[in-house]
């Protein structure tokens, strides 16, 4: 493992094709030319964990466990975000890598990712919240929030690593939406509450789209209310299918025990999240972006400098942007 050539693995938030033009990023599309270039699939739920653990573990959610941004045990009514390495069911591969006697760094704008997958990584620097060596060498990043926490990051990984393939996906797409249901209370006052209803998109980064997405997950009081609570939530406008745990599980490769009774999805417009108590459904601004649903299942793919990490097959998720790795590096632990 000592003498692979180094490798750069980018997982972009929310880079939706529509965003990936030559003109609005000219050093992408390079790059591109010069290998691999396509659009593949997203996980569903199209929310951040979910979709980077499958890319760092090169694995569905049914495997990895990290179904959304956020969990909630009925038996039990623990819930938390789902952002500790505790909760994930497979190794990702910067562990395996460490394992085989490599080296893996983790270069993240949240603190949350570190705490998922930064197992075995050294460095794991969250820009959030540098190592004080990063900080005196590259500068204090600028806020989470804004753009330049990428740009930070970007010159602290062409400096570790100036020669290395380079690998890139991002874990979802985005779109404008224009409506908001909290479901616990539309449920309600349709005559069918439910005891939780839960935004897969919800991770402690408000300020992203108030952490509303067009997923939701809903546990019911009773089994026998499916049918009811089915019914109420296929005749709001905005929401597009309602599926069973057992049939959105298979559908989507989830692990059934860390999804809902039932799941919603939203049409290209509608998210589902928590508001205000007396308030079921809100209007957003015209600005507002968010992601979750299947519409935000299209995102870029890119390789390059990669002649000795080719894809044996054409990859047609993001979860597949890594099984170069495992078919040259790590033959004998991927686990199809
Ligand atoms: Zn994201």
Redesign the pocket.
């Known amino acids: 493992m000592t003498n692979r050539q180094r490798v750069v693995v980018a997982m972009i ?2 880079l939706d094709p529509a965003y990936a033009t030559p003109e609005v990023m000219p050093e992408l599309d390079r790059l591109g030319a010069n290998g691999l270039s396509t659009v593949v699939e997203a996980i569903a739920p199209t ?2 964990n979910a ?2 653990a499958g890319i760092s573990c090169a694995a569905w959610p049914s495997e990895h466990g990290i179904t959304g941004n956020y969990y909630y045990v009925p038996a039990t009514g623990e819930e938390d975000y789902m952002e500790s390495a505790e909760l994930l069911l497979r190794p990702t591969l910067m562990t395996q890598v460490a394992d085989h006697g490599g080296k893996a760094a983790l270069l993240t704008a949240k603190k949350k990712t570190v705490s998922l997958l930064g197992t075995k990584t050294t460095p794991a620097v969250a820009a959030e919240e540098p190592p004080a060596a990063f900080a005196d060498r590259y500068g204090q990043p600028p806020g989470i929030y804004s753009a330049g926490i990428n740009h930070w990051l970007w010159t602290v990984a062409v400096d570790a690593a100036p020669d290395a393939a380079f690998f890139a996906t ?3 797409g985005m779109n404008y939406k224009t409506l908001v249901y909290d479901l616990n209370q539309a449920l309600a006052n349709r005559d069918a509450p439910v005891r939780r209803a839960l935004s897969a998109e919800k991770d402690k980064y408000v300020r ?1 789209h108030r952490t509303f997405g067009g997923t939701a997950w809903i546990w019911l009081n009773d089994p026998r209310d499916e049918g009811r609570v089915t019914d109420a939530l296929n005749k709001l406008p905005g929401v597009e299918s309602v599926l069973t745990r057992g049939d959105a599980a298979v559908r989507f490769h989830l692990h059934p025990d860390r999804i809902g009774d039932l799941v919603v999805l939203g049409d290209p417009n509608t998210v589902f999240g928590d508001l205000a108590p007396g308030q079921e459904s809100e209007q957003l601004p015209s600005h507002y972006r968010s ?1 979750g649903s299947l519409h935000e299942v299209p995102v870029p793919l890119v390789a390059h400098n990669n002649e000795s990490l080719q894809y044996r097959t054409p990859p047609k998720h993001n979860k597949d942007l890594l099984t170069p790795l495992l078919t040259n590096w790590l033959p004998g632990t991927h686990h199809p």
Do not use: K, L, R
């Open positions: 938030d929310g929310v951040t979709n980077n991002a874990d979802h992203h992601h």
